[in-house]
């Protein structure tokens, strides 16, 4: 029953907004297509920050630098309640969502949903989003190339998002 | 951004190299621009069809109702734009896609927010285009139905229990990311 409320949130906004539409008579077809079209444009100036950007991500993925980092940082990072088996979970959240979900997917289902680890891994991905894909997709569609000080404060909201999640899980689940 | 991508493509080479995966990076270097064009294409739709429902809920009034509720905090965020009310709806549209957890048509909507914005300034990202970005890195959504259906396929009775821990989580990094985000600003502005 919840599963259906959730998916029907997406038809549900889209059925609101064009009958609600209607009623103030609006061309409810002919916007739609216009800004559909306006759409396509946008996408044609993502693709180029989207190659660019994938590009050094997955350069960086197949490196193997995220595994060495990621060892290096463990045990700092357990001594602020950050269970070491998520950090390679942390460490690819911000670069690839589908890297991160699936990495999630598996320590989920390797500890358990009810686990410690299980519970911070899906709060983590819960409460962030993939910062350099968010990045490269809004600066990509705006045609900015200098990004000032964009990167580092959204990376700073990442860690207190990962630090957050730790301390949630503990506070919530005791 | 120029330093971060020089940066990223640097670190891989030599780590890579050194690390014994020159190969591995090679090949990576080739899938993550055919696997970029992909990404686009899958997106190409979701995205023309939100900027469309955008359009009629511009064109209905209902975009500046939405704004109108939320212009308390975003004239706190966004105190450059306080006078646009086509980019305040824009990103009144934006949030409230966010806090639905409909991230596929919360992009599109900040897209056009961020075009707006970038208009006033060419090629360089303002302080309110930076909140802008950092706010939409750092989610917002209410429910989490992704991860939740990740616990259910992984037998939890109650994948929604989470809940709490994950709008504490939200919350924190939010605010330490409009926090950093002004904080930066200050240290930055002699180079907007």
């Not at chain 2, 939320?70 to 709806?89: A, I, N, S």
Request: proline content about 4%; hydrophobic content about 55%; overall charge positive.
């Amino acid at each position: 029953m919840m599963e259906l409320c959730f998916q029907m949130v997406v038809p549900f906004t889209i059925m609101v907004v064009a009958l609600w539409a209607m009623t103030r008579r609006v061309d409810v077809y002919g916007a739609l297509c216009q800004g559909a079209g306006e759409g396509l444009g946008v996408l044609l100036k993502i693709i180029p920050a989207m190659v660019g950007l994938m590009t050094a991500v997955y350069m960086l993925r197949a490196s193997g630098l995220l595994e060495a980092v990621g060892q290096l940082l463990a045990p700092v990072l357990a001594r602020v309640g950050i269970p070491p088996e998520v950090v390679g979970l942390l460490l690819v959240r911000p670069v690839s969502g589908n890297a991160a979900l699936g990495v999630g997917a598996e320590l989920i289902s390797t500890y358990g949903p009810d686990s410690a680890v299980g519970r911070t891994a899906a709060v983590m991905l819960g409460s962030t989003e993939t910062t350099f894909y968010t990045i490269a997709v809004y600066f990509g569609a705006a045609g900015i190339h200098k990004t000032r000080y964009a990167v580092p404060a959204a990376l700073c909201a990442d860690v207190a998002a990962f630090l957050a999640a730790a301390w949630a899980v503990g506070l919530v689940f005791g | 951004m120029t330093v971060i991508w020089t940066g990223m493509v640097v670190l891989s080479v030599v780590y890579g190299l050194w690390a014994g995966n020159g190969p591995a990076v090679a090949a990576a270097a080739v899938e993550g621009a055919g696997a970029a064009v992909e990404l686009c294409i899958t997106m190409a739709g979701v995205l023309c069809l939100w900027m469309g429902v955008m359009e009629v809920m511009k064109r209905s009034g209902l975009a500046q109702g939405l704004s109108r509720l939320l212009r308390p905090v975003l004239c706190r965020l966004y105190p450059g734009f306080k006078r646009d009310r086509e980019t305040m709806d824009a990103i009144s549209a934006n949030v409230s896609a966010n806090l639905l957890g409909l991230g596929n048509a919360a992009t599109p909507l900040g897209i056009q927010a961020a075009r707006r914005m970038a208009a006033r300034t060419p090629g360089v990202a303002s302080d309110s285009l930076c909140m802008l970005v950092v706010c939409n890195t750092a989610s917002i959504q209410l429910i989490p139905t992704t991860v939740a259906s990740v616990r259910l396929a992984a037998g939890c009775k109650t994948p929604f229990d989470i809940l709490p821990a994950v709008w504490l989580a939200s919350a924190v990094s939010v605010a330490v990311g409009i926090l950093a985000a002004k904080v930066m600003a200050r240290f930055w502005r002699g180079r907007e």
